[in-house]
Every structure is written in C-alpha cells, then in structure tokens.
C-alpha cells in the first residue's frame, strides 16, 4: 500500500511542489526583494495583472468548446468549417484565427499568449506612462508579507481606480483612452482578438489557429523589452513544461512509429510572419506616438538600439523557424530553402532594426525642409527611422499580398471522384493522384515550380463553404488503417470513420480497399489495382483483388481464368486445380506436393 501511494501522481506532485517551494524560498532569502516584486508590476497593470491577456485566453478557450464542439470531445474538436477557406465563405475567415485543429494546438499557443502577452501588456501599460505605487506604510522589513502588497493596499487601490475611472472627467472621449479598465478589459483584448480575424483575411492557405496573434505579441514585445522578450522564450517553454507536469507527473512511454509531414511543413510561417511584423509595425507607432506627445508622464526608459533590435528578431526568428520556407510538391512531398529563407529573416532584422534604432535626423540635412510640403520634398527630408518604418509597412505588404488572390478564387466544384458520402452539404470520398484544388486554385509557375499538384487521400468538400480538401493523407490512412472524419459546423458535428482493408501479394505489393462507416452503415469509396503474387503453381498465377464489399482470388493459365471470393478463415476454394487455403491472415497455394504463401492480411504501424 505504501508503494502505490508513492507512486500515485498525487505523491510526486507533492514532492515536487515542495522543492519548487524551498528553491523559490532560497531565492527569496537571498534577494529580500522588499515589495519589489510586485510594486513594479502594479505601476503598469491594474493590480499587476494581465487582465486584457486573460480575457483573450478566455474568447479563444470559449471558441473551442462551443463553437468547435470541443465540449464533445476535447481531443478532436471540429477543424474542417473553421478554416480561412475564401472571402465567400465568412464564416471560415471569422473564426479561423480564433479555433484550433486539437487541444495541443490550443495549449501551445494559449500558454505562448499568456507570456508574450503579459509582456506586450505591460509595455502598453493600463496607466499610460505608469504610476506610482505606494503600499501604504506596510511592512517592508524583507519579509515575504513586505514583499507582496496587502489585501488592504490591493483593496485601497482598487476601489481609488474604480473612483477614478468612474468619474465624469474619465468617462469623456478624450479620457476613456487613458482609463486602465478600459484598456484593461476592452482595448486590449479587443486588439487581439480583431487581430485574429484581420490576419486570417491574408492568410495563404485554409489555416487555423491563434498564432498570428502570438507572433504579433512577441513582436509588439521584442521593440520594447528586446533582451526580456528573448530571454521569456525560455519563459514560455517553462509554463508548458509546468502545464504538463500538473496534467501527466509520471509518464510511461516506450518506442513506437509515428507518421506526418516535416515539422516545419506544418508551420504557417507566412502567418507567423504577418503577425511578427504586424506587431513591430504597431510598437513602433506607438512608441513615436508617445515620444510626440506633450504630457508629463514621458517615457524615460532608454531607446533600443539598431544593433539589440537587430539581435532580438534574428534570434527570435531563428527559434520560432522562420526561416523555413517551402514549396508543396504534391502527395505530401516538401522542398525547403533554408538558406533563402535565413537570409530573408536577416533582411526582415535590419529593417526592423532600421525601424527602431534609426536617427530621426535627416539622411541629407542640407537638402531637408523643416516642413515638406510635396513628395519630392518629403524624399529629400527623410530619416533614417522614417525609410526603416517604410520599409517595414513594405514588407508588411510583400508577405500579406499573396494572400489576397487565393481567397478571392472559388473553390472548382465539379463532382468528386467516385461515389462520395453526402452529409449536411459536405461531400467525403477517396482518391488518388487527383488534382489537388484547393493549391491549384491560382496557376503559377516559377523557376521550375507549380501550384498544379496532384494529392491522395481522403477528401472533403462543400461547395457552399468553399471548403475542397484532403482530410487524412494516403500515407497517414496506410499508417493507421483507419481515421475519424469529423464534419459540422458552428454547435454541430457528425463523425464518419474511413477504414483501409488490404491484402499484399507475395512480392507482388498490396491491393485494399477503402471504406466509409457512418451510422453502422459501411460503403466501399475505392479500390486499388489487383496485385498479382510472384510465385507460379505448375504454370499458374494468382492474383488477389479488392471489390466493392470484399476481396477475390483470380487464378490464371493459358488465357484462361476463374475467380471466386476470398475465403473465410480456415476454409479454402480450389480454382483451375489450385487450391487456396486461408490461415487467419495469410493464404496459401497448394498443387500436390507444393504449397506456397501468397499473400498476408496488410498490417498498419500504428496499430501494432
């Protein structure tokens, strides 16, 4: 008894919630931080909390419960309907940004906001330009009650910021700017999640997830807090860390096969991108906005340099892959330029560090006017940080573009091969070596490159959703043997398993067949070419077929053949003096005193 307690996930998080305690308390001792902890975060965040980042979380959390039925079932949300598919279908563009394809999607990124968030919230601050903070005469003789603030100064300081932000003078239209509970809970969260929808309207492909807006933050971050910024990515594999120890303290795995495409084929990087850029674009505004105004809460922290600027992007860019561009070759083939792509993210970090740490002093002082009042003399007075935020909103432009022309383009809806399952409008079948329509919507050809793919699997559509793609990859379906296939739409959901069945001839490679199962009705979508089994009986060939329903066995000689279904385990069928008998997953040949294997039940790795 005493063993399984010790072993039990509430031991271990036990004891590892002790050492956390006595490693933060040695750290305490030893820094007496005296209120300092807390104090400096209260002076930027309303009772030093993230408030709009926690309601962002919330929105995102609340999408994928409700709107995507993760309630259901919270490890296969709904995916297909909540993809940025095209302008005509709405629907997809409004909540892409916000769902996720699965709760691991949905952790990492919510748990990513939650640091880059906190980051970029506390450099926009709900008290514009700060405030002082006074705990009111408490304790602050080193010991953890002076370190942390009281209920009575958090009560204090509340209810002065409700009185403040109350008042009539702070509800006027000049003032709601400044009210922390407005940029708390409405301006900041609101900022994100219009963000979301924004970005997926330049989305280069039916992508999913809140990443852009997680790139945006780190990037809004990164002009601010550069050397912060770099050092919470460490931070954020932290918490995920935290978060799976509270959900899984002990694991027991062991070696195992796995199938899907590159790691880094499944990055949205022109999204990643998007949101990175759109973030710096909307910190340097916001810094050149406040170092115009004319108040006297001015921001005194030092200006970033061209060359931490420089660092921090390149740095980031390097841990976050986006230096990963690539071109789809069709039927879950990859190319990546990784040194074309190194270099573009140089030439992103030096416009961004151009942008930032730029002069604001004339390339050309003899030739600039205090006033340009025309183009040509605009050109003449530029800065150094002015050619750096125009380049900025250039390349903003250059990576958000290609974007536009494939969402404008309908989805072709001519009938789908085979005899697809209809459900609700969606139409789910199976096929191989098809035009690939949803990557072959524009036709473009460059350097020895096209968008006309071809691709095999199982594929979705809906031509009132604009929705055409390959739901589960031929290789992916080979890999398991069967898949869930989940279609709906916002509050509904209908499940369909497709299943692959197959038999291998002996070095004669598999034939199968692939069935669609709903409502405990099963419909055969398509079959493989028959494969015939190298060994010959006395002269004859044998050849194993999948037909609708099943499988045949067709024996050959002299022009001549003779076909009979596959028998049961442990029976046999004699075919042109060539008797066939199945044992559980294989069938053997027999013909007087020879008998050969020619063919076994197809295995599926991921099942084994």
Do not use: C
Request: overall charge negative; cysteine-free; charged content about 20%.
């Amino acid at each position: 008894m005493l063993a399984e307690a010790l072993s039990s996930d509430a031991a271990h998080l036990a004891a590892g919630g002790v050492l956390i305690a006595v490693a933060v308390a040695v750290v305490y001792l030893t820094d007496r931080p005296r209120g300092a902890w807390t104090r400096r975060l209260r002076s930027h965040l309303l009772l030093g909390v993230p408030w709009g980042t926690l309601v962002a979380i919330a929105a995102v959390v609340a999408v994928y419960l409700f709107v995507q039925s993760g309630l259901e079932n919270p490890n296969r949300p709904i995916v297909i309907p909540f993809r940025s598919w095209s302008y005509f279908y709405p629907e997809g563009m409004l909540w892409s940004g916000l769902a996720h394809s699965g709760r691991g999607h949905l952790t990492g990124n919510l748990l990513s906001t939650l640091v880059a968030g906190g980051l970029a919230e506390y450099a926009f601050g709900h008290f514009p330009g700060g405030r002082a903070v006074d705990d009111g005469g408490e304790s602050d003789d080193g010991t953890l009650r002076g370190a942390l603030p009281s209920v009575r100064s958090l009560s204090r300081s509340l209810r002065s910021s409700a009185r403040e932000a109350l008042s009539r003078e702070s509800l006027s239209r000049e003032s709601l700017a400044e009210n922390p509970y407005v940029r708390a809970f409405v301006v900041v969260p609101g900022a994100m999640l219009s963000f979301a929808v924004l970005s997926s309207l330049f989305a280069l492909g039916p992508v999913i997830g809140f990443s852009g807006v997680v790139f945006a933050l780190w990037g809004f971050a990164l002009v601010f807090q550069p050397i912060a910024t770099i050092a919470a990515l460490t931070g954020s594999t932290l918490v995920g860390v935290t978060y799976e120890t509270l959900r899984n303290p002990v694991v027991v795995s062991e070696a195992s096969g796995s199938y899907g495409a590159p790691s880094w084929a499944n990055i949205a990087i022109q999204g990643h991108a998007i949101g990175l850029i759109g973030g710096i674009l909307a910190a340097v505004w916001l810094i050149r906005r406040r170092r115009s105004a004319e108040t006297e809460r001015t921001d005194s922290r030092p200006r970033t340099t061209a060359l931490v600027a420089f660092g921090a992007v390149l740095l980031f860019g390097a841990s976050r892959r986006l230096w990963a561009v690539y071109w789809y070759l069709g039927n879950e083939r990859y190319e990546m330029y990784r040194a074309i792509g190194l270099g573009l993210l140089a030439v992103l970090a030096a416009i961004v560090a151009l942008a930032v740490g730029g002069r604001d002093e004339p390339i050309r002082p003899e030739s600039a006017v205090p006033e340009p009042e025309s183009v040509r003399e605009g050109i003449r007075s530029a800065t150094p940080a002015a050619v750096g935020l125009l380049l900025l909103v250039s390349a903003l432009a250059v990576v958000a573009g290609p974007g536009i022309a494939p969402n404008l383009v309908a989805v072709d809806d001519d009938d789908l091969p085979g005899d697809p399952i209809e459900v609700e409008g969606y139409q789910v079948t199976y096929a191989e070596n098809v035009e690939d329509r949803v990557v072959s919507v524009v036709d473009v050809e460059a350097f020895g490159r096209s968008t006309s793919v071809n691709t095999s699997g199982v594929i979705v559509a809906n031509a009132d959703r604009e929705i055409w793609t390959t739901a589960v990859s031929k290789g992916n379906l080979a890999f398991w043997g069967y898949r869930a296939i989940d279609v709906g739409g916002t509050g509904w959901r209908e499940t369909l398993w497709v299943q692959r069945t197959g038999w291998v001839a002996a070095n004669g490679g598999p034939t199968y067949r692939v069935d669609a199962v709903r409502n405990e009705t099963r419909s055969t979508l398509f079959t493989s070419e028959p494969a015939r089994a190298e060994p010959r009986i006395d002269g004859r060939n044998v050849t194993v077929a999948a037909v609708d329903g099943g499988f045949e066995l067709r024996v050959e000689s002299g022009g001549e053949s003779e076909t009979a279904p596959l028998p049961a385990a442990n029976e046999s069928v004699t075919l042109r003096g060539v008797t066939l008998v199945r044992e559980t997953d294989a069938v053997f040949a027999e013909r007087g005193e020879t008998r050969v294997r020619i063919a076994e039940r197809e295995r599926y790795e991921g099942r084994q």
